[in-house]
């Protein structure tokens, strides 16, 4: 009766020793795998995002329609801001050979990005130009997404991005002149495509 009464109790904590094991198993197991999920869809994001950078650089390559409106040679550049993907105002500054983002210069810019972004910004061409008293109408207000670009004498000009339609043309202002209003071919949609983090 005594050895039946101790088998039992040794078959109970045998159990739950059992039972732990599995347990602590499991939970071990558990959180590497949501790791690697993690990790995997941190890998798609970032895919998904150089492939968009890459497709706006290869744009960028693209000469543009129209009638030039203005023109500088990207040597020339010293300084230019852009409204980024995510609606924030940066600013850039050519240091030597190379740029910075000024305000957070601990950034690692990729500088063959930043060139073909100037690709875009150093000629702009209108296909068509419209005078009207209020460009609001054409989505150019003083809210608008906006580029500057700067040169070493310190002149610079200042361009509103408007609507877009539906055939992928923009509209665009110069210098918050929003009486004149230009229209590009689509080309300048892209600018302000880029994402702070697309730039690193």
């Not at 990790?39 to 150089?50: F, L, Q």
């Not at 010293?78 to 957070?104: R, Y």
């Not at 972004?117 to 209108?126: A, G, H, V, W």
């Not at 109408?137 to 509103?160: M, N, Q, R």
Request: aromatic share 8%; glycine share 6%; hydrophobic share 40%.
């Amino acid at each position: 009766m005594k050895n039946l009464l101790q088998n039992k109790v040794i078959l109970i904590i045998s159990g739950l020793v059992i039972v732990l094991l599995i347990g602590l198993l499991v939970f071990s197991i558990f959180p590497k795998n949501k790791s690697i999920d993690n990790n995997s869809d941190a890998v798609v994001e970032e895919s998904k995002e150089d492939a968009h950078a890459k497709a706006l650089d290869e744009e960028s390559e693209i000469e543009d329609e129209g009638e030039c409106v203005f023109l500088i040679d990207k040597d020339d550049v010293s300084k230019f801001s852009l409204t980024d993907a995510n609606g924030i105002l940066l600013d850039f500054e050519k240091d030597g050979d190379e740029w910075i983002c000024i305000g957070n210069e601990e950034l690692d810019l990729d500088e063959e990005r930043v060139d073909k972004i100037l690709n875009y910004i150093c000629d702009i061409r209108f296909i068509e130009m419209t005078t009207c008293e209020d460009g609001a109408e054409y989505g150019l207000t003083p809210d608008s997404k906006i580029f500057i670009v700067e040169d070493a004498g310190g002149s610079d000009v200042i361009v509103s991005l408007g609507n877009v339609e539906d055939d992928g043309s923009i509209y665009f202002a110069l210098n918050y002149d929003f009486t004149k209003v230009f229209k590009n071919s689509g080309k300048l949609k892209n600018v302000c495509e880029y994402a702070i983090q697309e730039l690193l």
